[in-house]
């Protein structure tokens, strides 16, 4: 079975220009992740989608962060504008099972290393 | 803040030995997760025990959970130089599905 696929897997740019990163889920995975993990830390959820709607965007710096998932496939995440503290490592993860209240085991993607110059 | 807190932050031991990390949470939940994360193979999910759950087993891996102590422990039976990495707890919230990531433990094993 094919894994979580990213693109790009590194990014340097600089400051108030825009990114985009890409996921392609694994086939079948209803719930789609976006975590930003910042060098020494664990991974921060920044959005969950459930096939193509929003179930939490609540940690997503939505003045400059948006992302989308049409089709309820593939998803975008996007930066603009980019500022310093935004260098991370940007994880996309998939979940099979769908739960409203329980959590499962997610695949992660290789990550997208973002440096902001 | 829901956030797990591994301990310790780093740990070194020789091929062969035990490792054993610690997980601590501040509020109710449904399920903890154990995750290792190196260069090579990204973050990968080891284990998922349920609150209902005190202890499971996978291959090398034991976890325990205590709720009332709001605390689990990820044991590395008879470790391997390819156990080299970090180990993060995941806990949810009871009501929700997503996860809340610590912030990891190092563990270096020596050939």
């Known amino acids: 079975e094919a894994g979580v696929a990213q693109s790009p897997r590194y990014k340097i740019i600089e400051k108030r220009q825009s990114v985009a990163f890409w996921c392609n889920p694994i086939s079948g995975h209803a719930t789609l992740y976006w975590y930003q993990q910042i060098l020494g830390q664990g991974p921060k959820l920044l959005i969950q989608?459930?096939?193509?709607?929003?179930?939490?965007d609540s940690q997503l710096p939505k003045d400059r962060f948006s992302a989308e998932r049409l089709k309820g496939v593939d998803s975008t995440l996007k930066i603009q504008p980019a500022k310093l503290e935004d260098s991370a490592v940007y994880l996309c993860?998939?979940?099979?099972?769908?739960?409203?209240?329980?959590?499962?085991?997610?695949?992660f993607g290789p990550g997208t290393r973002l440096t902001v110059t | 803040s829901q956030q797990g807190e591994e301990d310790p932050q780093a740990l070194s031991i020789q091929e062969g030995e035990n490792a054993t990390m610690n997980c601590s949470y501040k509020?109710?939940?449904?399920?903890l997760q154990w995750y290792r994360q190196n260069s090579g193979r990204g973050l990968v999910h080891l284990i998922l025990i349920r609150s209902n759950e005190r202890e499971k087993h996978s291959g090398r891996l034991r976890v325990t959970l205590d709720t009332s102590k709001k605390s689990s422990s990820l044991l590395i039976t008879a470790s391997r130089a390819a156990d080299t990495a970090s180990y993060f707890c995941a806990t949810d919230r009871a009501g929700a599905n997503n996860l809340f990531f610590g912030t990891g433990t190092r563990l270096t094993v020596i050939p």
């Open positions: 993860a998939s979940s099979f099972k769908v739960g409203i209240t329980l959590s499962y085991e997610q695949y």
């Open positions: 989608f459930q096939n193509n709607g929003v179930v939490d």
């Open positions: 509020t109710s939940i449904n399920n």
